[in-house]
């Protein structure tokens, strides 16, 4: 992998924070989110239920449903008060494998309808036929997202544990693609998939994919057992998407590494901008299959059940994520650090490690200039 030599050691007065996110898509999500009032994006775990026996799955998905999952009913009313978040509030129908429910396509159906900016991440098997891409079509999907996570069908599906994966994932996208329908891409960078990335630009590139989503490991679940890569690797990678990301014909985007946006900055040789992005709690929530609100589904801390109270009030008011809004509350170099308000660190990551939310990210290699304090292992 070509990657450029880190560039460490750089720091700027800290910005101010506007908490609000940039839309990619004209005729998506609003362009401006004041994140205290609601989430840019919802993720909604519609099941745990999948096919496959992912490496590094957050959910330890297992074949059959959970038989306390929220029933349709309950689905709607929970699709009636994220409404209540404002207009085209984006919601992600996410798993395990959403298409393992049969109501799913219902579901994004009636989304749609009462004015939800639906998205979808199904699971790369059987499921995911040209059939259920048209049918999640014509019900008003507004994006579909795939995961690769190898350049080739052996690296990929060794890591998804089902032979064919790759293959129907492929079919898959092609399919999207036949319908109109925006792709996005999801890869996992761990030690096991680093060295395809390159290849999997390319591909993603082939594809026609409007966005790739590059998720940086965070060892919960089955993931735990995995290896991370070193903090340096992970600025390096950071700096590589940030070098190519006017080159390659779509959008990138990180997941559990917001400082690939302190990596960007640096790379303009500019102070830190207003707050650009989101982290767990804050533009950013998570509803299990069962009811339980997340700040992310990589930070299984609950802050109540949407059966119990409504996932407006939630977000807005529990003090889990009312904590996790107050980038001046966090600890360590995090908290000294003066990109805090564009960056803030995967706050799942400092969870997974410290079983604390504010700590500093362990994946982090950034130091901010006259810090002495205490630093994560691995950090220099």
Known sequence: MSEPAGR????ARAGQSTRSSQSARAGGPPARVETDERPFVLIWELTQACDLACEHCRADAEVNRHPDELTTAEAKALLDETREFGENQLVVFSGGDPLKRDD??????YGTDIGLHVTMTPSGTASLSRSAVEDLADAGLRRMAVSIDGATPETHDAFRGEDGSYAETMEAALAAGDEGLPLQVNTTVCKQTVSDLPAIADLVADLGAVLWSVFFL???GRGAALDPITPDRAESVME???DNREVWPFGVKTTEAPHYRRVAVQAADGPPR???????GDGFAFVSHVGEVYPSGFLPKSAGNVRDRSVVDIYRNADLFESLREKDDLKGKCGACPYRNVCGGS???????????LESDPLCAFVPEGYDGPLPRGVA
Do not use: E, F, H
């Open 218 to 220: 965070v060892p919960v």
């Open 347 to 357: 706050r799942s990551r400092a969870y997974a490690y410290t079983g604390d939310p």
């Open 274 to 280: 207003r707050q650009m992005g989101i982290t767990a």
């Open 8 to 11: 460490s050691g750089k720091s």
């Open 104 to 109: 799913a396509t219902d579901l994004v159906a």
């Open 240 to 242: 590589w998407l940030a």
